[in-house]
């Protein structure tokens, strides 16, 4: 059990006993929300993913280092880090660090050597997941949806397993808090930004490749991407994003269906199932 819900039923102060009887009170609540255990195999992936975060997180630092450097001795380079890679190649190798100092050309120097470590580190951990993903089923499953690689693939299987615990596709994008959060009141629902509850990490490589599977939807003729090529031409790309990586979970995940129509209410989208005959279905979701 999350100790968020455990909490409640601790009384007065906390010590062993009033956690114990709190734990047991939370256990006995027929609504209660468990946590599924996990097999060895998902928790050596989610400790491989996470050492692979670190290293990303340590790699921008030192990207963000030499950018810090350089505009200082005047030499602005563009942005995204394949700019800044060849920048640094032409500047230290071919004009042999024209415009530093011999302390700064050691220390670029020294910083390009950690950059390309880091790297390779990090692409052995791609190649490791790559192979993980080929030989699990529900991983290679995952990777029929656009957007979704072998990174994201086993991430989420890691995660959830073969996510039993959720009843729907929309169970687990709550759980993963990339619904909208709820403050209704007095019969009247309101709708507020995505909750961004639950793995972080996870939900950032999901919005990550939702947006990489933008451009697809411009020829994607399924339902789903038909929604979301709709919700394109009217709404920010990351509410886009968000959308299609829902939509794409309820279809492998839920068992939505194939067919299906967008309507727009209100300033809204609202995707609704069609059955066979044509006749309106089932309501996925609506936002306002």
């Not at 062993?16 to 946590?35: K, N, Q, S, Y």
């Not at 390009?112 to 030989?135: C, G, M, N, P, T």
Request: proline content about 4%.
């Amino acid at each position: 059990m999350s100790p968020e819900y455990v909490r409640p039923y601790v009384k007065a102060q906390k010590n062993d006993d009033r956690d114990v009887e709190g734990i047991a009170e939370a256990a006995r609540r027929p609504t209660m929300r468990f946590v599924e255990l996990k097999s060895q195999d998902q928790l050596d992936m989610q400790t491989l993913h996470r050492s692979r975060d670190r290293l990303v997180g340590e790699r921008t630092a030192r990207i963000n280092q030499l950018r810090a450097i350089l505009p200082e001795r005047g030499l602005v380079v563009p942005q995204g880090k394949p700019k800044l890679e060849r920048f640094l190649a032409v500047l230290m190798d071919e004009q042999e660090g024209a415009g530093l100092s011999p302390r700064m050309m050691l220390l670029v120097s020294d910083a390009r050597a950690q950059w390309a470590e880091l790297d390779r580190r990090i692409a052995a951990f791609d190649a490791e997941f790559v192979r993980w993903s080929k030989e699990n089923q529900d991983a290679r499953r995952l990777a029929t949806i656009p957007g979704i690689g072998a990174l994201i693939a086993s991430a989420l299987v890691a995660a959830v397993g073969r996510a039993e615990s959720f009843g729907r596709g929309r169970d687990l994008a709550a759980w993963l808090g990339l619904v909208p959060r709820q403050f209704t009141t007095g019969g009247k629902p309101k709708l507020l930004g995505i909750s961004k509850r639950g793995n972080r990490y996870l939900r950032r490589q999901l919005i990550h490749g939702a947006r990489a599977a933008l451009p697809f939807v411009a020829s994607a003729r399924r339902a789903a991407w038909q929604m979301g090529k709709r919700a394109v031409a009217t709404r920010p790309s990351q509410y886009c994003g968000c959308r299609l990586r829902q939509q794409a979970r309820q279809d492998r995940l839920g068992g939505a269906a194939t067919t299906g129509e967008v309507r727009r209410d209100h300033g809204g989208l609202e995707f609704r199932r069609l059955d066979r005959k044509g006749s309106e279905g089932q309501r996925v979701f609506a936002r306002g």
